[in-house]
Protein backbone atom coordinates (compact mmCIF):
# COMPACT_ATOMS: atom_id res chain seq x y z
CA UNK A 1 0.00 0.00 0.00
CA UNK A 2 1.64 3.48 -1.04
CA UNK A 3 0.66 4.80 3.09
CA UNK A 4 3.67 2.42 3.73
CA UNK A 5 6.26 4.34 2.25
CA UNK A 6 5.15 7.63 4.60
CA UNK A 7 5.84 5.14 7.64
CA UNK A 8 8.69 6.56 8.86
CA UNK A 9 7.48 10.41 8.15
CA UNK A 10 6.43 12.76 11.31
CA UNK A 11 3.63 11.47 13.28
CA UNK A 12 1.38 14.14 12.15
CA UNK A 13 2.55 13.42 8.51
CA UNK A 14 1.49 9.73 9.15
CA UNK A 15 -1.90 10.46 10.60
CA UNK A 16 -3.02 13.31 7.41
CA UNK A 17 -1.79 11.30 5.08
CA UNK A 18 -3.60 7.83 6.12
CA UNK A 19 -6.73 9.90 6.92
CA UNK A 20 -6.63 11.60 3.32
CA UNK A 21 -6.04 8.12 2.01
CA UNK A 22 -9.17 6.85 4.15
CA UNK A 23 -11.27 9.20 2.87
CA UNK A 24 -10.69 9.44 -0.95
CA UNK A 25 -10.48 6.08 -3.28
CA UNK A 26 -7.53 7.18 -5.06
CA UNK A 27 -7.20 3.39 -6.81
CA UNK A 28 -10.50 4.28 -8.21
CA UNK A 29 -8.49 6.78 -10.76
CA UNK A 30 -6.39 3.72 -11.51
CA UNK A 31 -8.32 2.39 -14.68
CA UNK A 32 -7.99 5.96 -16.47
CA UNK A 33 -4.29 6.34 -16.12
CA UNK A 34 -2.04 5.27 -19.08
CA UNK A 35 0.20 2.19 -18.82
CA UNK A 36 2.93 4.08 -20.63
CA UNK A 37 4.03 7.48 -21.36
CA UNK A 38 3.74 10.93 -19.28
CA UNK A 39 1.25 11.63 -16.09
CA UNK A 40 1.49 15.01 -14.21
CA UNK A 41 -0.41 15.56 -11.05
CA UNK A 42 -0.63 19.15 -9.97
CA UNK A 43 -1.24 19.77 -6.53
CA UNK A 44 0.07 16.95 -5.25
CA UNK A 45 0.68 17.31 -1.57
CA UNK A 46 2.46 14.62 0.06
CA UNK A 47 2.73 12.74 -3.48
CA UNK A 48 -0.16 10.09 -3.04
CA UNK A 49 -1.61 10.03 -6.48
CA UNK A 50 2.14 10.33 -7.85
CA UNK A 51 3.40 7.33 -5.86
CA UNK A 52 0.42 5.51 -6.56
CA UNK A 53 1.24 6.05 -10.10
CA UNK A 54 4.77 5.41 -10.05
CA UNK A 55 4.21 2.29 -8.61
CA UNK A 56 1.39 0.71 -10.01
CA UNK A 57 2.35 1.91 -13.90
CA UNK A 58 6.05 1.36 -13.65
CA UNK A 59 6.54 2.42 -17.88
CA UNK A 60 5.01 5.67 -16.72
CA UNK A 61 7.17 8.47 -16.16
CA UNK A 62 5.33 10.46 -13.18
CA UNK A 63 5.52 14.62 -12.30
CA UNK A 64 3.97 16.36 -9.30
CA UNK A 65 4.31 19.79 -8.46
CA UNK A 66 2.58 21.43 -5.00
CA UNK A 67 3.79 24.77 -3.59
CA UNK A 68 4.49 23.29 -0.04
CA UNK A 69 8.13 22.99 0.06
CA UNK A 70 7.92 20.84 3.25
CA UNK A 71 5.25 18.27 1.82
CA UNK A 72 7.94 18.05 -1.67
CA UNK A 73 10.95 17.87 0.11
CA UNK A 74 9.43 14.37 2.20
CA UNK A 75 8.12 13.26 -1.03
CA UNK A 76 11.52 13.66 -3.02
CA UNK A 77 13.24 11.97 0.27
CA UNK A 78 10.51 8.99 -0.15
CA UNK A 79 10.96 8.54 -4.04
CA UNK A 80 15.10 8.51 -3.07
CA UNK A 81 15.04 6.11 -0.09
CA UNK A 82 12.64 3.65 -1.79
CA UNK A 83 14.38 3.80 -5.29
CA UNK A 84 10.70 5.10 -7.00
CA UNK A 85 12.64 6.27 -10.46
CA UNK A 86 9.84 6.93 -12.19
CA UNK A 87 8.59 10.07 -10.03
CA UNK A 88 10.03 13.45 -9.54
CA UNK A 89 8.62 16.54 -7.79
CA UNK A 90 8.90 19.90 -7.73
CA UNK A 91 7.65 23.12 -5.54
CA UNK A 92 5.58 24.69 -7.72
CA UNK A 93 2.15 26.18 -7.43
CA UNK A 94 0.08 24.65 -10.22
CA UNK A 95 0.04 28.04 -12.14
CA UNK A 96 3.21 28.40 -12.25
CA UNK A 97 4.53 24.56 -12.89
CA UNK A 98 5.98 23.78 -16.59
CA UNK A 99 4.18 21.59 -17.69
CA UNK A 100 5.33 18.81 -20.04
CA UNK A 101 4.01 17.39 -23.02
CA UNK A 102 1.58 14.72 -21.50
CA UNK A 103 -0.68 11.95 -21.53
CA UNK A 104 -2.68 12.30 -18.25
CA UNK A 105 -3.05 15.56 -15.86
CA UNK A 106 -4.78 15.80 -12.63
CA UNK A 107 -5.83 18.42 -10.57
CA UNK A 108 -7.19 16.73 -7.39
CA UNK A 109 -8.94 18.69 -4.87
CA UNK A 110 -7.20 21.79 -5.17
CA UNK A 111 -9.20 23.82 -8.06
CA UNK A 112 -11.84 24.92 -5.37
CA UNK A 113 -8.92 27.12 -3.72
CA UNK A 114 -8.13 28.61 -7.79
CA UNK A 115 -10.48 31.66 -8.42
CA UNK A 116 -12.99 30.91 -11.47
CA UNK A 117 -10.97 32.69 -14.19
CA UNK A 118 -7.29 31.38 -12.54
CA UNK A 119 -8.90 28.16 -12.91
CA UNK A 120 -9.83 28.76 -16.73
CA UNK A 121 -6.68 29.86 -17.55
CA UNK A 122 -4.80 26.92 -15.76
CA UNK A 123 -7.34 24.57 -17.54
CA UNK A 124 -6.37 26.20 -21.01
CA UNK A 125 -2.95 25.84 -20.40
CA UNK A 126 -3.19 21.52 -18.90
CA UNK A 127 -4.95 21.07 -22.10
CA UNK A 128 -2.45 22.89 -24.53
CA UNK A 129 0.12 20.23 -22.96
CA UNK A 130 -2.17 17.28 -23.40
CA UNK A 131 -1.69 14.83 -25.99
CA UNK A 132 -4.01 14.02 -28.62
CA UNK A 133 -5.72 10.53 -26.72
CA UNK A 134 -4.56 11.98 -23.36
CA UNK A 135 -7.34 12.47 -20.50
CA UNK A 136 -7.35 15.48 -18.05
CA UNK A 137 -8.68 14.75 -14.49
CA UNK A 138 -10.59 16.98 -12.30
CA UNK A 139 -11.08 15.51 -8.80
CA UNK A 140 -13.56 17.76 -7.10
CA UNK A 141 -17.32 17.60 -4.85
CA UNK A 142 -20.80 17.18 -6.26
CA UNK A 143 -23.37 19.48 -4.82
CA UNK A 144 -25.52 16.18 -4.39
CA UNK A 145 -26.38 14.85 -1.88
CA UNK A 146 -26.55 18.49 -0.10
CA UNK A 147 -25.73 16.82 3.38
CA UNK A 148 -22.36 15.44 1.83
CA UNK A 149 -21.70 18.85 0.37
CA UNK A 150 -22.28 20.75 3.60
CA UNK A 151 -20.39 18.27 5.60
CA UNK A 152 -17.45 18.81 2.90
CA UNK A 153 -17.40 22.54 3.29
CA UNK A 154 -17.91 22.60 6.83
CA UNK A 155 -14.50 20.26 6.69
CA UNK A 156 -12.93 22.34 4.18
CA UNK A 157 -13.30 25.48 6.50
CA UNK A 158 -11.15 23.65 9.66
CA UNK A 159 -8.69 22.42 7.44
CA UNK A 160 -7.74 25.11 5.47
CA UNK A 161 -8.29 28.41 7.71
CA UNK A 162 -7.50 26.77 10.94
CA UNK A 163 -5.09 24.03 10.47
CA UNK A 164 -3.76 25.43 7.43
CA UNK A 165 -3.37 22.06 5.63
CA UNK A 166 -4.07 23.66 2.27
CA UNK A 167 -3.00 26.96 1.20
CA UNK A 168 -5.91 29.13 0.50
CA UNK A 169 -8.18 31.49 1.66
CA UNK A 170 -11.15 31.60 -0.20
CA UNK A 171 -13.26 28.74 -2.34
CA UNK A 172 -14.67 28.34 -5.95
CA UNK A 173 -16.59 25.85 -6.06
CA UNK A 174 -18.69 24.87 -9.47
CA UNK A 175 -21.44 22.78 -10.08
CA UNK A 176 -21.27 19.40 -12.32
CA UNK A 177 -22.98 21.11 -14.80
CA UNK A 178 -20.06 23.60 -15.03
CA UNK A 179 -17.56 21.67 -14.58
CA UNK A 180 -18.87 19.44 -17.66
CA UNK A 181 -19.69 23.13 -19.59
CA UNK A 182 -15.84 24.07 -18.71
CA UNK A 183 -14.31 20.86 -19.94
CA UNK A 184 -16.53 20.56 -23.06
CA UNK A 185 -15.69 24.30 -24.54
CA UNK A 186 -11.99 23.25 -24.31
CA UNK A 187 -12.08 21.01 -26.83
CA UNK A 188 -12.54 18.29 -24.56
CA UNK A 189 -15.27 15.34 -24.43
CA UNK A 190 -16.24 15.66 -20.80
CA UNK A 191 -17.94 12.68 -18.39
CA UNK A 192 -18.59 12.73 -14.86
CA UNK A 193 -17.78 9.46 -12.67
CA UNK A 194 -19.20 9.88 -9.11
CA UNK A 195 -17.10 8.50 -6.63
CA UNK A 196 -18.51 8.92 -3.22
CA UNK A 197 -20.17 5.22 -2.50
CA UNK A 198 -19.39 4.46 1.38
CA UNK A 199 -17.66 7.58 1.56
CA UNK A 200 -18.87 11.13 3.65
CA UNK A 201 -17.98 13.08 0.86
CA UNK A 202 -19.53 13.76 -2.42
CA UNK A 203 -16.58 12.43 -4.58
CA UNK A 204 -16.92 13.04 -8.25
CA UNK A 205 -14.39 12.69 -10.83
CA UNK A 206 -14.63 14.93 -13.69
CA UNK A 207 -13.06 13.06 -17.43
CA UNK A 208 -12.08 15.32 -20.21
CA UNK A 209 -10.36 13.65 -22.99
CA UNK A 210 -8.68 15.06 -25.83
CA UNK A 211 -9.68 13.50 -29.00
CA UNK A 212 -8.26 16.29 -31.43
Known amino acids: MVTALFDRAPAWTRFHVYGRWRLFPFPA ?62 CRSAQDTEIPECDWLSLVDMLYLVPYDDQRRLLERAVSRLRRGGRLLIKEVSERPAWKAAWTRAQELIAVRVLHLSQGHSFYF ?33 IGEKTS
Open 29 to 90: LLPYAPTTGVAVDLGCGHGLLPFLLATERPALRVFGSDPDEKKIALAQDIARQSHIHNVAFS
Open 174 to 206: RREAEWLSLLSSLGLRPHAVPLDAGYLHPHVLF
